[in-house]
């Protein structure tokens, strides 16, 4: 039962920093319509920058140095909110799908600095010895896997509740405007580029924030953390909560992270281990059918918004001034 | 620096090329970018590698021709190869891309082609496992050319094969009835409707077209590399920084894209070292965004 209780802290944890990564996403793609198929990213910069200021002193690489957790917290939402406008200055006056092939880009060259920027990330070894908070309690696991949760579900509300106050705020309609209507809302002189800049930035930044969290609640990181995989899990994470919603988007992250930790538990006792990593790359398959077929079906998801308006359908190619009109 | 990588470049530039002229026609065309392409290569060089090996199991050892370090059956299924391919990809669109273009929101589509991405691939890893394969473990003499530089047969031929099909894949585009269709189509889609054009069939063409040549890069990486299900999704960043390069929609500029990509990537390979080759892509494709989007032969839109 004890156990049973710590492993349902654990697993909620662990979801609660996915959802935390899919609000993030939903603000940039929910919200303001922009792609982001890099988000493993901006994740991982928001984990190493907060490991890199919080571990202690490492002669073996650069920093470490030794900083209390919060610092690291903001440190990397930060950094993860300036990778994140970079990217967005430089692609959000062009067509989407640059967007969408530059944050592609940003994952591939993140994964390759943790990979070989050895005095920096330790290389394929990753970072050990991240601070944990509560580590005073980690004899008693059951103890320290709920305060931990404790500590993820209280940023998680925050998040939530400062997303959903941002949704409704004037910023927060001049980005629905922007997605159902960039001319009218351009007409009224709202700056689109500006605008969308911003959405990238904070989204970037709160994803940043999750990496972090989840650094610090494993006490290690490493690339292999940061592969396709996990901005694919995201986006399977958003589109079954239905995007535009940031309730579908934490709902959705539970749900698909309980079905993915359920099937893996499920083939590790159903196939051999020689077996296992065969049936994993058969449990990727069943979720990318899974992604296409809720795009084909139910394109708005468990709790998705109103149906949207094209923003790059039909009315781009009846109007393709749009990607310039803005700035 | 040895001018060796003057060869390397062209090869790696010659399957980057290959890749995005599959890339920028379905951009140009079908107005989405992409991110299935890359698994399309890995599927044809597999596809391939299982014609071979069936062959070899009809006719026995079958062996090379002259320099070459393969014979007759990889040419066979080099041919099978994209014709398997390009059905797996027709296919493709008839149960997931065309009813997602309905849906009329261009980033739709490149959500769909995500998942298809890692369905395609994730699906190569079942079948096959994810251990590295090749079409033959021969070890070819490279001969000196001079300057320092050397060349392998299978090398020579893949070079040739593939100035033969860019040439061939540009003929068909500017010189035919079916390849001005397929300009009017990324020129005007509503237009092209209007005069008549038969839409479904410049559709097909361009999967087709795009799906063989994928194949043909992934075989070529196959004989020089090796074949894993994670080929073709390397292979991603450097084909759209090559059709961006180059200017979506120019075949031409897809080719010299990927070449000068192919080069940069080879040269930094000498300087720098060889972990740092993905990056070299995406410093370029910045460098496009930044100071020329439309790219060396693009056209602004209309």
Redesign the interface.
């Known amino acids: 039962m004890i156990d049973l209780l710590g492993y349902g802290a654990f697993f909620l944890t662990t979801a609660l920093i996915f959802s935390l990564v899919t609000l993030g996403l939903n603000l940039q793609w929910g919200l303001t319509?922009l792609?982001n198929?890099g988000l493993a990213g901006f994740v991982a910069i928001g984990a190493y920058t907060s490991a890199l200021l919080t571990t202690p002193d490492d002669p073996a690489r650069l920093g470490g140095l030794g900083l209390p957790i919060l610092v690291g917290w903001l440190g990397a939402m930060v950094v993860g909110g300036l990778a994140a406008a970079l990217t967005g200055i430089?692609?959000l006056r062009?067509k989407?799908?640059?967007l969408?092939?530059?944050t592609?880009?940003?994952a591939?060259?993140v994964q390759?600095v943790a990979?070989?920027a050895q005095k920096l990330t330790g290389g394929p070894f990753g970072i050990g010895f991240i601070p944990r908070p509560f580590s005073g309690l980690a004899e008693t696991p059951l103890l320290f896997n709920l305060s931990n949760l404790a500590v993820v579900s209280a940023v998680t509300l925050v998040v939530y509740l400062a997303l959903q106050h941002l949704a409704r705020s004037p910023w927060g309609r001049v980005l629905k405007a922007l997605r159902e209507d960039e001319r009218a809302a351009v007409s009224l002189g709202k700056s689109a580029r500006f605008y969308r800049v911003q959405a990238f930035a904070v989204g970037g930044a709160i994803m940043a924030l999750a990496g972090a969290l989840q650094a610090h609640f494993i006490g290690f990181i490493a690339p292999d953390n940061y592969l396709?995989?996990l901005t694919?899990q995201v986006?399977?994470m958003l589109?079954v909560g239905g995007s535009g919603s940031n309730a579908g988007a934490v709902a959705g992250s539970v749900l698909v992270w309980a079905i993915w930790a359920g099937s893996g538990a499920l083939t590790s006792v159903l196939f051999s281990p020689e077996q296992q990593?065969?049936a994993a790359?058969?449990?990727?398959?069943a979720?990318?059918?899974m992604?296409?077929v809720i795009?084909?079906v139910r394109?708005t998801g468990l709790f998705g918004d109103r149906p949207?308006r094209?923003?790059?359908?039909?009315h781009?190619?009846?109007a393709?001034s749009e990607g310039g009109s803005g700035s | 620096m040895s001018l060796q990588f003057v060869v390397d470049g062209l090869l790696a530039g010659s399957m980057i090329g290959l890749g995005a002229i599959g890339v920028t026609l379905t951009y140009s065309i079908l107005r989405f970018s992409n991110f299935a392409h890359g698994d399309f290569m890995a599927w044809g060089a597999y596809a391939t590698l299982v014609c071979v090996g069936a062959i070899g199991a009809l006719f026995g050892k079958v062996a090379p021709i002259a320099p070459l370090s393969f014979g007759w059956p990889l040419i066979v299924g080099l041919i099978a190869g994209m014709a398997f391919t390009a059905l797996l990809v027709l296919l493709l669109d008839k149960v997931l891309f065309s009813r997602l273009r309905r849906q009329e929101q261009a980033i739709i589509v490149v959500m769909g082609s995500f998942g298809a991405s890692m369905a395609l691939r994730s699906l190569l890893e079942f079948i096959f496992t994810s251990r590295p394969t090749y079409f033959s473990r021969a070890i070819q003499i490279a001969m000196p050319v001079g300057l320092g530089i050397r060349i392998t047969p299978d090398q020579i031929a893949l070079l040739v094969l593939t100035v033969v099909l860019v040439v061939g894949v540009h003929l068909l585009t500017t010189r035919t009835q079916t390849g001005r269709s397929m300009q009017a189509m990324s020129q005007n889609p509503a237009l092209a409707r209007v005069v008549g054009i038969d839409v479904a069939g410049v559709v097909r063409v361009t999967w087709i077209i795009g799906a063989a040549l994928a194949c043909v890069a992934g075989v070529m990486i196959g004989i020089l590399i090796q074949i894993r299900p994670f080929m073709g999704f390397d292979m991603l960043l450097p084909m759209f920084a090559a059709a961006i390069l180059g200017g979506i929609g120019s075949i031409p500029g897809a080719v010299l894209g990927g070449l000068i990509i192919g080069l940069a990537e080879a040269g930094a390979v000498q300087l720098i070292g060889a972990e740092w080759r993905a990056a070299v892509s995406f410093i370029i494709l910045m460098a496009v965004l930044f100071v020329r989007p439309i790219g060396l032969f693009g056209v602004r839109e209309r």
Do not use: E, H
């Not at chain 1, 790359?281 to 398959?285: D, K, S, Y």
């Not at chain 1, 094209?310 to 039909?314: A, D, E, N, Q």
């Open positions: 319509g792609f198929v430089a692609t062009l989407s799908d640059y969408a092939i530059t592609f880009g940003v591939v060259v390759l990979l070989n396709p995989i694919f986006w399977v589109i990593a065969r790359a058969l449990q990727i398959v979720i990318g059918v992604l296409c795009l084909l394109p949207r094209p923003r790059l359908g039909k781009a190619r009846m393709p």
